[in-house]
């Protein structure tokens, strides 16, 4: 599915039209027909309700701007260099130790 991906002007579309549709008639109404027209669109997507639920509290909480995903990855990769360099050391630390008891 994903080597047919455009952007993501359809996925703002999409949403709008589905937050409407929760105002208009109720969650789980919405929820049905926005997988109803993934599936009917996509046949082997195989998208449920509760997919859709799950994906409408993601872009929910995104929609905040309080989310920085790309800040907690840079912290991610910054502490896992770290933690690298940590073993790295420990293990030069321990070689140089028997090393020099040989």
Known sequence: ?????????????QTKTYEE???KHSVEVANGLL????????PNAGIT???VAGF????????????DLAKTAEEANADAAAVSANIIAGLKASQKSKDEIK
């Open 1 to 13: 599915m994903t080597e047919k991906l455009k952007g993501t002007a359809s996925v703002l579309h």
């Open 21 to 23: 549709l929760v105002q």
């Open 35 to 42: 997988a109803n027209a993934i599936n009917t669109a996509l």
């Open 49 to 51: 309700s509760n997919d």
């Open 56 to 67: 409408s509290k993601v872009t929910i909480a995104l929609r905040t701007g309080e989310v």
